[in-house]
């Protein structure tokens, strides 16, 4: 199974500040079947990054997905009052695991 | 439009087993995977497993192998998740997904008790 692991745990930045969050791999990824959530309290997640590159339909712009292989980074170039939320990471090939989440607050 | 639509809430007791529905329109259903995933009370999310709707192929986390079936109904377009044996720790708020399209369902909470 391969084991997703986010750092940092909690991340405490202001409106306008970068955000990067990270997301590490046990094993490769296989096909960078990986993406990206973003989860605020009493709602479900809402897809942001899927492929680990690729921003899902209706997803600004100020948000972005690197890495390959073992290491992936969601960037927020700019926060946004509305950014300060949970942030997990998922890897989706054959099976599927979800790492622990990153929460980004003020 | 896309839509993935859950059944309704279920309370359960210890050891019985739980069914919930997801109803999938707007796309066509063998095209994509389906997903479950469940988030317990103020925790994080859990992948439990996920079907291909084209034939029926299943693939189950670790964890839970042995407790949970998939299944599906191509003509009504809907997955089932049958969870057996609960827990109390399987108290959470179930949800079906695609992942690479970000179609998810309502959710649906499923609550163990006695």
Redesign the interface.
């Known amino acids: 199974?391969v084991v997703l692991t986010q750092s940092p745990g909690t991340l405490s930045l202001s409106p306008g500040e970068r955000a990067t969050l990270s997301c590490r791999a046990s094993q490769s990824v296989s096909s960078n079947y990986l993406?990206w959530?973003q989860?605020k309290p009493g709602q479900?997640?809402?897809?942001l990054i899927?492929?680990a590159s690729n921003r899902?339909?209706g997803i600004p712009d100020r948000f972005s997905g690197s890495g390959s292989g073992t290491d992936f980074t969601l960037t927020i170039s700019r926060l946004d009052p509305e950014d300060f939320a949970v942030y997990?990471c998922?890897q989706?090939g054959?099976?599927?695991?979800?790492?622990?989440?990153t929460k980004v607050d003020i | 439009q896309v839509q993935l639509v859950q059944s309704g809430a279920e309370m359960k007791e210890p050891g019985a087993s739980v069914k919930v529905s997801c109803k999938a329109s707007g796309y066509t259903f063998t095209r994509y995977f389906i997903?479950w995933?469940r988030q317990a009370p103020g925790q994080?999310?859990?992948?439990m497993g996920?079907i291909n709707p084209g034939d029926g192929t299943t693939?189950f986390?670790?964890t839970l192998q042995g407790r949970v079936i998939l299944a599906r109904d191509t003509s009504t377009t809907t997955v089932y998740m049958e969870l057996s044996n609960l827990k109390f720790e399987d108290t959470a708020v179930y949800?079906c997904l695609v992942?690479?399209?970000?179609y998810?369902?309502?959710?649906t909470l499923v609550t163990v008790s006695s």
């Open positions: 199974e993406a959530y989860q479900a997640p809402r897809l899927y492929g899902a339909t997990y998922q989706y054959t099976s599927s695991t979800f790492g622990p989440g | 997903h995933v994080g999310l859990e992948w996920s693939n986390a670790q949800y992942i690479s399209q970000g998810w369902g309502q959710g």
